[in-house]
């Protein structure tokens, strides 16, 4: 304990340095407030400019105004070119003060080299000192001791750092609520869920929003990584898991936060050969935890994947993780707003444009947006210059995308607007096909397992039997969107964004005829050997119950549903030619639509045929 507290010393001093450093930086860029032009223009007219330094950057005509307002607050705004920022106080009557370029600063040629020398010797000292107060003895003692960091929420992370995600929060409010006061719900019997899963692509601030949560709520939170579980003697992990749940029990209400719970909740017994062994071990205890402790006891048990579709099917089981959250990326408004979160402490030329970045940057995540507007502040920083032109961000856009292809990739504008389309043929058809649920969301945003975009439906109904017709229109649905994609782009030029689709109308079309006996000229009997057993090598030892004659004329009755089911789609989206533009041209905007904005477009058009 003494040592760990020692080190925990040696840590605080070490951030203590760094956060004098920062400061010490700040306070050498020009750290006022920054300023847009717009508020400028609008101090100068309502005459609230009493003094302006005008202040030309080494690279004219840049430079930065530095106003003085009549209560006394001093305002700086970037601006493109000086020469228009003199015009335009000269026509309020402000004769603005002149600097002279500014020649090379003594405190950075001078003064920083020795200081970033002093903060680097220190940090050596420090971090030797904690290495030898944690070191040899201290490290194999404390082996099967939970490493979980606690931190308590002291608000520094509020759901105000978490930009976007606007149902993912409104999701969590409740859990804060409880958080906050447990006895308000406990006292009218409310259960509250004891996990909850946070689930979506890396970056898009799965960690952040649990973080947010504790700190919006003002409670411990307890965080431990799925590879840290992962250690080489069996049995640490387990002892991990019962420590953990033993610090928040003590510290109830809590968060304990489990990110990467794919590294210990993988679908047991599918590992190759031993050393799946400990993670087993590692589950069994986190199942155990979980079911051990009661509903109210006001710990809520977080955890974040990207995989969800490995995890073990035991722990979404309910009173474990009962409640899962997709975290997705965010479409154009959300990511605007997290450009402007991370843009907050970066000072921006009036040349910038976030709105136009968050259109051009459709799949970026969080991370990707953090990182493109870090990457700018580099660039402009290489520069010598104190504040992020357009072009630094456009510069860095470039560098971030090629950078890392896979993971956000740059949607051009073409792609765009045929996944729009595309999503707009399948929406149109889920709609006026009668036996189709309504559309909950239609989407362009990029899901990162592939595909381009979605439509979802939202079950009204939950029918145990399919009709013959319902299923063609399944059948439609599937090829509603390769159909507007051709009626837009020409057969030439469709894509293979469709194969998706194209596979799924040939399963449900293939069914009709081999298993529900829906054909009309191979009657009503059983010719689907396969009865959804999973297990490689299927295919190989297919062997077929028929002769070749009925394969051949299985074929042909699929292909003539598939025909059939083609041609009243395109007729059916021929019919709604309007929307189809209407509802393209919404989605490239906003990137993903409600059943709502979905469904008023079908209301102007009838509100436009009453009018003729
Ligand atoms: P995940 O856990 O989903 O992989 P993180 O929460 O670790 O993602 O996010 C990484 C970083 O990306 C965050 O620290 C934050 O700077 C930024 N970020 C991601 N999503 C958001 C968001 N919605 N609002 C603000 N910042 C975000
Ligand atoms: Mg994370
Ligand atoms: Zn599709």
Same mark, same amino acid.
């Given at each position: 304990?003494?040592?760990?507290?020692?080190?925990?010393?040696?840590?605080?001093?070490?951030?203590?340095?760094?956060?004098?450093?920062?400061?010490?930086?700040?306070?050498?860029?020009?750290?006022?407030?920054?300023?847009?032009?717009?508020?400028?223009?609008?101090?100068?007219?309502?005459?609230?400019?009493?003094?302006?330094?005008?202040?030309?950057?080494?690279?004219?005509?840049?430079?930065?105004?530095?106003?003085?307002?009549?209560?006394?607050?001093?305002?700086?705004?970037? +601006?493109?070119?000086?020469?228009?920022?003199?015009?335009?106080?000269?026509?309020?009557?402000?004769?603005?003060?002149?600097?002279?370029?500014?020649?090379?600063?003594?405190?950075?040629?001078?003064?920083?080299?020795?200081?970033?020398?002093?903060?680097?010797?220190?940090?050596?000292?420090?971090?030797?000192?904690?290495?030898?107060?944690?070191?040899?003895?201290?490290?194999?003692?404390?082996?099967?001791?939970?490493?979980?960091?606690?931190?308590?929420?002291?608000?520094?992370?509020?759901?105000?750092?978490?930009?976007?995600?606007?149902?993912?929060?409104?999701?969590?409010?409740?859990?804060?609520?409880?958080?906050?006061?447990?006895?308000?719900?406990?006292?009218?019997?409310?259960?509250?869920?004891?996990?909850?899963?946070?689930?979506?692509?890396?970056?898009?601030?799965?960690?952040?929003?649990?973080?947010?949560?504790?700190?919006?709520?003002?409670?411990?939170?307890?965080?431990?990584?799925?590879?840290?579980?992962?250690?080489?003697?069996?049995?640490?992990?387990?002892?991990?898991?019962?420590?953990?749940?033993?610090?928040?029990?003590?510290?109830?209400?809590?968060?304990?936060?489990?990110?990467?719970?794919?590294?210990?909740?993988?679908?047991?017994?599918?590992?190759?050969?031993?050393?799946?062994?400990?993670?087993?071990?590692?589950?069994?205890?986190?199942?155990?935890?979980?079911?051990?402790?009661?509903?109210?006891?006001?710990?809520?048990?977080?955890?974040?994947?990207?995989?969800?579709?490995?995890?073990?099917?035991?722990?979404?089981?309910?009173?474990?993780?009962?409640?899962?959250?997709?975290?997705?990326?965010?479409?154009?408004?959300?990511?605007?707003?997290?450009?402007?979160?991370?843009?907050?402490?970066?000072?921006?030329?009036?040349?910038?444009?976030?709105?136009?970045?968050?259109?051009?940057?459709?799949?970026?995540?969080?991370?990707?947006?953090?990182?493109?507007?870090?990457?700018?502040?580099?660039?402009?920083?290489?520069?010598?210059?104190?504040?992020?032109?357009?072009?630094?961000?456009?510069?860095?856009?470039?560098?971030?995308?090629?950078?890392?292809?896979?993971?956000?990739?740059?949607?051009?504008?073409?792609?765009?607007?045929?996944?729009?389309?595309?999503?707009?043929?399948?929406?149109?058809?889920?709609? +006026?096909?009668?036996?189709?649920?309504?559309?909950?969301?239609?989407?362009?945003?990029?899901?990162?397992?592939?595909?381009?975009?979605?439509?979802?439906?939202?079950?009204?109904?939950?029918?145990?039997?399919?009709?013959?017709?319902?299923?063609?229109?399944?059948?439609?649905?599937?090829?509603?969107?390769?159909?507007?994609?051709?009626?837009?782009?020409?057969?030439?030029?469709?894509?293979?964004?469709?194969?998706?689709?194209?596979?799924?109308?040939?399963?449900?079309?293939?069914?009709?005829?081999?298993?529900?006996?829906?054909?009309?000229?191979?009657? +009503?009997?059983?010719?689907?050997?396969?009865?959804?057993?999973?297990?490689?090598?299927?295919?190989?030892?297919?062997?077929?119950?028929?002769?070749?004659?009925?394969?051949?004329?299985?074929?042909?009755?699929?292909?003539?549903?598939?025909?059939?089911?083609?041609?009243?789609?395109?007729?059916?989206?021929?019919?709604?030619?309007?929307?189809?533009?209407?509802?393209?041209?919404?989605?490239?905007?906003?990137?993903?639509?409600?059943?709502?904005?979905?469904?008023?477009?079908?209301?102007?058009?009838?509100?436009?045929?009453?009018?003729?």
């Amino acid at each position: 304990m003494n040592k760990n507290g020692k080190s925990f010393n040696a840590y605080f001093i070490a951030i203590l340095i760094l956060l004098f450093a920062t400061f010490a930086i700040s306070l050498m860029g020009e750290k006022d407030d920054s300023y847009t032009k717009a508020e400028l223009v609008n101090d100068l007219k309502e005459g609230n400019v009493s003094q302006a330094v005008i202040q030309p950057n080494n690279e004219t005509p840049t430079g930065a105004v530095r106003v003085t307002l009549k209560d006394g607050q001093i305002r700086v705004v970037y +601006v493109s070119d000086v020469k228009d920022a003199e015009t335009l106080l000269a026509q309020y009557h402000i004769d603005p003060v002149m600097k002279n370029v500014p020649k090379e600063n003594w405190f950075i040629s001078s003064m920083l080299p020795m200081l970033i020398v002093l903060i680097i010797g220190v940090f050596f000292f420090v971090m030797m000192n904690a290495q030898n107060a944690g070191g040899g003895g201290g490290k194999m003692a404390n082996f099967g001791k939970s490493r979980a960091r606690l931190s308590i929420g002291d608000g520094k992370i509020t759901l105000k750092e978490v930009a976007g995600l606007k149902e993912e929060k409104e999701e969590l409010e409740e859990i804060v609520e409880f958080l906050k006061e447990p006895a308000k719900f406990t006292k009218v019997g409310a259960r509250i869920p004891k996990g909850v899963l946070l689930e979506g692509p890396p970056g898009t601030g799965k960690t952040l929003l649990a973080k947010a949560i504790a700190g919006e709520a003002n409670v411990p939170f307890f965080s431990i990584s799925g590879s840290d579980f992962v250690e080489m003697f069996v049995g640490v992990g387990a002892s991990r898991v019962r420590d953990l749940f033993q610090d928040a029990k003590k510290n109830s209400p809590c968060i304990v936060f489990i990110d990467e719970i794919d590294a210990v909740a993988r679908r047991r017994g599918t590992g190759m050969g031993g050393g799946h062994d400990e993670r087993e071990q590692t589950l069994n205890q986190l199942l155990v935890e979980m079911d051990g402790f009661g509903v109210n006891e006001g710990i809520i048990v977080m955890a974040a994947t990207n995989r969800v579709d490995i995890l073990d099917p035991a722990i979404l089981r309910p009173g474990r993780f009962d409640r899962k959250i997709s975290v997705g990326a965010p479409d154009v408004g959300g990511r605007e707003d997290i450009l402007k979160l991370h843009a907050r402490n970066k000072p921006l030329s009036d040349d910038v444009d976030l709105k136009q970045i968050a259109q051009t940057t459709a799949g970026f995540t969080g991370a990707d947006l953090e990182n493109l507007l870090n990457e700018a502040a580099i660039i402009a920083a290489k520069e010598d210059r104190n504040y992020i032109r357009q072009e630094d961000i456009k510069k860095a856009f470039v560098k971030v995308g090629i950078g890392s292809e896979k993971k956000s990739r740059i949607i051009s504008d073409q792609e765009k607007k045929i996944t729009a389309y595309h999503e707009a043929g399948h929406a149109i058809l889920f709609h +006026v096909l009668p036996d189709m649920d309504p559309v909950y969301t239609v989407s362009i945003i990029p899901t990162g397992v592939g595909a381009a975009g979605y439509t979802m439906p939202l079950p009204e109904r939950d029918d145990m039997f399919r009709t013959k017709n319902r299923m063609k229109q399944d059948i439609m649905v599937s090829l509603g969107g390769r159909i507007a994609e051709e009626l837009i782009f020409g057969s030439d030029d469709i894509t293979t964004g469709a194969s998706s689709d194209i596979k799924k109308a040939t399963k449900v079309a293939r069914k009709m005829v081999t298993r529900f006996g829906m054909s009309e000229n191979i009657g +009503v009997i059983n010719y689907d050997d396969d009865d959804d057993e999973v297990f490689i090598g299927r295919d190989l030892a297919h062997t077929r119950s028929h002769s070749e004659a009925v394969a051949g004329a299985i074929d042909e009755e699929v292909k003539g549903i598939i025909d059939e089911c083609y041609r009243k789609a395109k007729e059916k989206i021929e019919e709604h030619m309007d929307i189809l533009h209407s509802c393209a041209a919404l989605l490239i905007e906003k990137e993903k639509i409600t059943r709502d904005e979905f469904e008023a477009l079908f209301e102007k058009e009838k509100g436009d045929v009453a009018e003729d």
